[in-house]
């Protein structure tokens, strides 16, 4: 590429000891000049060896910046912070726990060269497993955790869909909300400057945040598979159901900034299409009604069918226990199926338990904020 753009990668970390030398090791085969980017290490106050690493790297590179920040309240907030000082053109964004692709930051540029209203270009995110042994690393890589393509329904290369003019709440916080992760993203420097865009200080969301606030000005988004990360995902399953829980916890707050309109959907999730239904109400929000939702539900109503069929012998009682039993079954089976066949077979159980965890913690993220907020966001089944 003529005229090669100066960029800068930009890092957020705190005790990241477990894999940022693995990030710096693949950041570092990024086929990129070297006097033509700049990486900015946001540091939030480590108290492990996260910066002991980080200076040892300096040593040897002077093109790793590293911006300290104790105390720091979020990831976004030391994105800003490492805005303050980023000299690049464009701006890359990834994690500590990430590792690019050889070719990542030329498949994200010529995107940018081909249409100057692109503000965003961002790629597809793989997992790369740390610990062969590890199980919530075989099932985060399982179920696609936090992949583009799938959430979206598998899309291909190409345009994100426009912002929408009067979004309603599944538009900003559900599987309509069409966003980039600061995993792998990158932004048009002059579109955030336009734009006025920073990160949010909450602890999550800031992706979906800054993403909207280039979308509704009318900028592009592009998403560009070939642009790949492989993420280091987390160890255990304690930390990633705390990741679920401040992903729902995000919600309301979106949905607050971004709809108007007091809108209460209704989102049939269980359903091919996933038809809607839209009620003016007197608070915002969504309830999506799919797999989990309805196994609980229907599990609820068998035990009050067999407490009323026993306590009164009604056989009408004990006709609709039945059914709710069937019902319940079903939709169970339809909720973990996906975990048959996955290897090893003999932990079927685990990958049910991880798989209903996580998406407990989702929902009950998203129930976090409703008395702040007065928006009632019941997350989607997974």
Known sequence: MSNIPFVSIIVPVKNFERTIEKTFEYLLNVDYPHNAWEWVIADGGSTDKTVEIIKAWQKKYSFIKLVEIPNCPSPGYARNRALEVAKGEFLFFTDADCAPDKNWINEMLKHFKRDHKIAAVGGEIFTLKVDPNNLVEAWCQHFRFNMVSPRYGFIKEGYYPDFPKEPLPSDIAGHRAYFFGTCNVAYRKSAMEEVKARFWDRPTGEDMDLSYQHRMKGWKFYFAPKAKVDHMHR??????????????????????????????????????????????????????IGDFHLMHIFGFFTLIGLILSLWSGNPIFKVLTVVFLLLSGYFTFQFVKWNIGMEPTNKFFT????????????????????????????????
Not at 236 to 251: E, I, N, P
Not at 361 to 377: D, N
């Open 351 to 382: 990958w049910c338990k991880m798989k209903y965890l996580t998406n407990l913690s989702f929902i009950q993220g998203g129930l976090k904020e409703f008395k702040k907020y007065k928006i009632l966001c019941i997350e989607p089944s997974f």
């Open 235 to 288: 160890a255990d399953l304690k930390s990633l159901r705390k990741v679920w829980v401040t992903y729902g916890q995000a919600h309301a707050p979106l949905i607050d900034k971004y709809v108007k309109r007091k809108a209460l959907e209704i989102i049939f999730q269980f359903l091919k299409k996933k038809p809607r239904l839209v009620i003016l109400f007197f608070f915002k929000g969504f309830v999506y």
